[in-house]
Protein backbone atom coordinates (compact mmCIF):
# COMPACT_ATOMS: atom_id res chain seq x y z
CA UNK A 1 0.00 0.00 0.00
CA UNK A 2 1.14 3.94 -1.05
CA UNK A 3 1.56 6.00 1.68
CA UNK A 4 -0.37 8.48 -0.05
CA UNK A 5 -3.32 7.47 -2.68
CA UNK A 6 -4.75 9.34 -5.07
CA UNK A 7 -7.08 8.80 -8.08
CA UNK A 8 -5.47 9.51 -11.03
CA UNK A 9 -8.73 10.10 -13.21
CA UNK A 10 -8.76 11.96 -15.87
CA UNK A 11 -11.56 14.19 -14.00
CA UNK A 12 -13.38 15.85 -16.86
CA UNK A 13 -15.65 19.13 -15.59
CA UNK A 14 -17.43 21.38 -17.74
CA UNK A 15 -16.48 25.06 -16.88
CA UNK A 16 -17.55 26.92 -14.11
CA UNK A 17 -17.93 23.35 -12.01
CA UNK A 18 -16.71 22.61 -8.54
CA UNK A 19 -13.96 20.60 -8.57
CA UNK A 20 -13.37 17.85 -5.85
CA UNK A 21 -9.72 16.44 -5.38
CA UNK A 22 -8.67 14.30 -2.44
CA UNK A 23 -6.11 11.62 -1.13
CA UNK A 24 -5.64 9.73 1.24
CA UNK A 25 -2.55 9.30 3.66
CA UNK A 26 -1.42 6.04 6.09
CA UNK A 27 1.31 7.54 8.18
CA UNK A 28 -0.38 9.25 11.25
CA UNK A 29 3.10 11.63 11.12
CA UNK A 30 2.54 13.67 8.68
CA UNK A 31 1.70 17.21 9.62
CA UNK A 32 2.39 19.34 6.59
CA UNK A 33 -0.18 19.03 3.85
CA UNK A 34 0.36 20.92 0.35
CA UNK A 35 -1.34 20.58 -3.01
CA UNK A 36 1.12 21.29 -6.26
CA UNK A 37 -0.42 21.59 -9.48
CA UNK A 38 1.70 20.31 -12.44
CA UNK A 39 1.10 21.61 -15.94
CA UNK A 40 2.31 18.86 -18.80
CA UNK A 41 5.99 18.77 -18.91
CA UNK A 42 6.34 21.19 -16.07
CA UNK A 43 7.63 21.15 -12.42
CA UNK A 44 5.36 21.27 -10.14
CA UNK A 45 3.65 25.08 -8.46
CA UNK A 46 2.96 25.17 -5.27
CA UNK A 47 -1.19 25.90 -4.64
CA UNK A 48 -2.06 25.51 -1.59
CA UNK A 49 -0.15 24.76 2.08
CA UNK A 50 -2.08 23.94 5.10
CA UNK A 51 -0.96 22.61 8.87
CA UNK A 52 -3.29 20.37 11.31
CA UNK A 53 -6.49 19.84 10.55
CA UNK A 54 -9.20 22.38 9.28
CA UNK A 55 -9.77 24.23 5.82
CA UNK A 56 -7.53 27.18 4.02
CA UNK A 57 -9.51 29.30 1.36
CA UNK A 58 -7.49 31.27 -1.10
CA UNK A 59 -9.57 32.87 -4.08
CA UNK A 60 -11.17 29.42 -5.83
CA UNK A 61 -9.51 26.95 -4.08
CA UNK A 62 -10.41 25.53 -0.84
CA UNK A 63 -7.80 22.77 0.96
CA UNK A 64 -9.33 20.80 3.35
CA UNK A 65 -7.38 18.32 6.10
CA UNK A 66 -8.83 15.66 7.99
CA UNK A 67 -6.27 14.01 10.04
CA UNK A 68 -8.54 12.25 12.05
CA UNK A 69 -9.18 10.13 9.39
CA UNK A 70 -6.00 10.81 7.66
CA UNK A 71 -7.99 12.36 4.48
CA UNK A 72 -6.77 15.78 2.57
CA UNK A 73 -9.02 17.46 -0.18
CA UNK A 74 -8.93 20.30 -2.63
CA UNK A 75 -11.95 22.15 -3.70
CA UNK A 76 -12.11 24.26 -7.03
CA UNK A 77 -14.36 26.99 -7.59
CA UNK A 78 -15.81 27.86 -10.55
CA UNK A 79 -12.95 25.93 -12.54
CA UNK A 80 -11.47 27.45 -15.68
CA UNK A 81 -10.07 25.91 -18.86
CA UNK A 82 -6.73 27.11 -17.18
CA UNK A 83 -7.05 25.03 -14.17
CA UNK A 84 -7.33 21.26 -17.03
CA UNK A 85 -3.60 20.20 -15.38
CA UNK A 86 -2.81 17.39 -13.06
CA UNK A 87 -2.95 18.21 -9.26
CA UNK A 88 -0.15 16.40 -6.73
CA UNK A 89 -1.52 16.08 -2.93
CA UNK A 90 1.84 16.14 -0.74
CA UNK A 91 2.32 15.28 2.68
CA UNK A 92 5.60 15.43 5.36
CA UNK A 93 6.43 15.48 8.87
CA UNK A 94 8.43 18.14 8.40
CA UNK A 95 7.82 21.49 6.38
CA UNK A 96 11.00 21.79 4.55
CA UNK A 97 11.85 18.23 4.47
CA UNK A 98 11.18 15.10 2.59
CA UNK A 99 7.49 15.39 0.52
CA UNK A 100 5.77 12.21 -0.02
CA UNK A 101 3.24 12.48 -3.04
CA UNK A 102 0.10 11.22 -4.18
CA UNK A 103 0.39 9.94 -8.09
CA UNK A 104 -1.53 12.88 -9.28
CA UNK A 105 -4.99 13.27 -10.73
CA UNK A 106 -5.21 14.51 -14.43
CA UNK A 107 -8.12 17.29 -14.28
CA UNK A 108 -9.64 18.58 -18.08
CA UNK A 109 -12.06 21.31 -17.72
CA UNK A 110 -13.99 21.65 -21.19
CA UNK A 111 -14.97 25.27 -22.20
CA UNK B 1 13.76 36.96 -5.86
CA UNK B 2 14.39 34.67 -8.25
CA UNK B 3 13.00 31.16 -8.54
CA UNK B 4 14.31 27.36 -9.03
CA UNK B 5 16.48 27.27 -11.50
CA UNK B 6 17.50 23.70 -13.72
CA UNK B 7 20.06 22.89 -16.29
CA UNK B 8 19.87 21.42 -18.52
CA UNK B 9 16.51 21.46 -19.93
CA UNK B 10 16.35 18.20 -21.22
CA UNK B 11 19.39 15.94 -22.14
CA UNK B 12 19.40 11.66 -24.00
CA UNK B 13 21.84 9.38 -23.10
CA UNK B 14 22.97 5.60 -23.69
CA UNK B 15 22.41 3.29 -21.20
CA UNK B 16 25.57 3.01 -19.24
CA UNK B 17 26.44 6.55 -19.43
CA UNK B 18 26.72 8.82 -16.71
CA UNK B 19 25.02 12.28 -16.47
CA UNK B 20 25.25 15.44 -14.01
CA UNK B 21 22.22 17.52 -13.60
CA UNK B 22 22.02 20.75 -12.04
CA UNK B 23 20.06 23.33 -9.66
CA UNK B 24 19.71 26.62 -8.32
CA UNK B 25 18.06 27.42 -5.07
CA UNK B 26 15.17 30.22 -4.90
CA UNK B 27 17.20 33.06 -3.09
CA UNK B 28 17.02 33.35 0.92
CA UNK B 29 16.47 29.23 0.86
CA UNK B 30 19.73 26.94 1.95
CA UNK B 31 18.29 23.50 1.84
CA UNK B 32 17.77 21.38 -1.87
CA UNK B 33 15.89 18.21 -2.05
CA UNK B 34 15.87 16.25 -5.44
CA UNK B 35 13.03 14.01 -6.66
CA UNK B 36 12.27 11.56 -9.33
CA UNK B 37 9.45 11.61 -11.17
CA UNK B 38 8.47 9.12 -13.68
CA UNK B 39 5.83 9.46 -16.42
CA UNK B 40 2.44 9.35 -15.46
CA UNK B 41 3.33 9.39 -11.76
CA UNK B 42 4.18 11.60 -8.43
CA UNK B 43 7.39 12.83 -7.66
CA UNK B 44 9.97 10.33 -5.33
CA UNK B 45 12.14 11.68 -3.01
CA UNK B 46 15.84 11.17 -3.96
CA UNK B 47 17.52 12.96 -1.44
CA UNK B 48 18.05 16.26 0.29
CA UNK B 49 21.35 18.59 0.73
CA UNK B 50 21.78 21.18 3.74
CA UNK B 51 24.73 22.87 4.83
CA UNK B 52 26.89 20.60 2.02
CA UNK B 53 26.08 17.47 3.13
CA UNK B 54 22.91 14.96 2.68
CA UNK B 55 20.38 14.94 4.77
CA UNK B 56 18.11 12.32 4.14
CA UNK B 57 18.26 9.79 0.84
CA UNK B 58 14.86 8.00 -0.39
CA UNK B 59 15.27 4.68 -1.56
CA UNK B 60 17.81 5.00 -4.52
CA UNK B 61 20.59 2.83 -5.15
CA UNK B 62 24.30 5.15 -4.37
CA UNK B 63 24.74 5.41 -8.15
CA UNK B 64 22.36 8.27 -7.79
CA UNK B 65 24.54 10.84 -5.82
CA UNK B 66 24.67 14.88 -5.30
CA UNK B 67 26.80 17.76 -4.30
CA UNK B 68 26.05 21.24 -2.70
CA UNK B 69 28.29 24.30 -2.73
CA UNK B 70 28.52 26.95 -0.69
CA UNK B 71 25.89 29.15 -2.94
CA UNK B 72 23.67 26.37 -1.75
CA UNK B 73 23.07 25.31 -5.23
CA UNK B 74 23.64 21.37 -6.11
CA UNK B 75 24.37 18.85 -8.83
CA UNK B 76 22.59 15.49 -9.02
CA UNK B 77 24.91 12.81 -10.85
CA UNK B 78 23.51 9.56 -11.64
CA UNK B 79 26.20 6.75 -12.69
CA UNK B 80 25.38 3.56 -14.97
CA UNK B 81 22.21 4.88 -16.54
CA UNK B 82 19.76 2.71 -16.71
CA UNK B 83 16.66 2.45 -19.31
CA UNK B 84 14.18 3.06 -15.78
CA UNK B 85 15.93 5.99 -15.34
CA UNK B 86 13.93 8.37 -17.90
CA UNK B 87 12.15 10.69 -16.36
CA UNK B 88 11.70 14.14 -15.31
CA UNK B 89 14.46 15.78 -12.06
CA UNK B 90 12.60 18.07 -9.98
CA UNK B 91 14.81 19.94 -7.98
CA UNK B 92 13.41 21.99 -4.43
CA UNK B 93 14.58 24.23 -2.38
CA UNK B 94 13.49 25.66 1.16
CA UNK B 95 14.57 27.46 4.49
CA UNK B 96 15.73 24.93 6.96
CA UNK B 97 13.73 25.92 10.24
CA UNK B 98 11.20 27.70 9.05
CA UNK B 99 7.76 26.52 8.59
CA UNK B 100 7.40 27.05 4.83
CA UNK B 101 7.83 24.45 2.57
CA UNK B 102 9.50 23.15 -0.70
CA UNK B 103 9.38 25.17 -4.07
CA UNK B 104 10.00 22.86 -7.25
CA UNK B 105 12.07 24.04 -10.09
CA UNK B 106 10.94 23.27 -13.94
CA UNK B 107 12.82 20.08 -13.89
CA UNK B 108 15.47 18.18 -16.22
CA UNK B 109 13.74 15.35 -18.66
CA UNK B 110 16.13 12.70 -18.88
CA UNK B 111 16.08 9.93 -21.68
CA UNK B 112 18.48 6.85 -21.66
CA UNK B 113 17.91 5.12 -24.71
Known amino acids: QKEVEQDPGPLSVPEGAIVSLNCTYS??????FMWYRQYSRKGPELLMY????GNKEDGRFTAQVDKSSKYISLFIRDSQPSDSATYLC???????????FGGGTRLMVKP | ETGVTQSPTHLIKTRGQQVTLRCSSQ?????VSWYQQALGQGPQFIFQ???????GRGNFPPRFSGLQFPNYSSELNVNALELDDSALYLC????????????FGPGTRLTVL
Open chain 1, 27 to 32: NSAFQY
Open chain 1, 90 to 100: ATGGDAGNMLT
Open chain 2, 27 to 31: SGHNT
Open chain 2, 92 to 103: ASSLRGSTDTQY
Open chain 2, 49 to 55: YYREEEN
Open chain 1, 50 to 53: TYSS
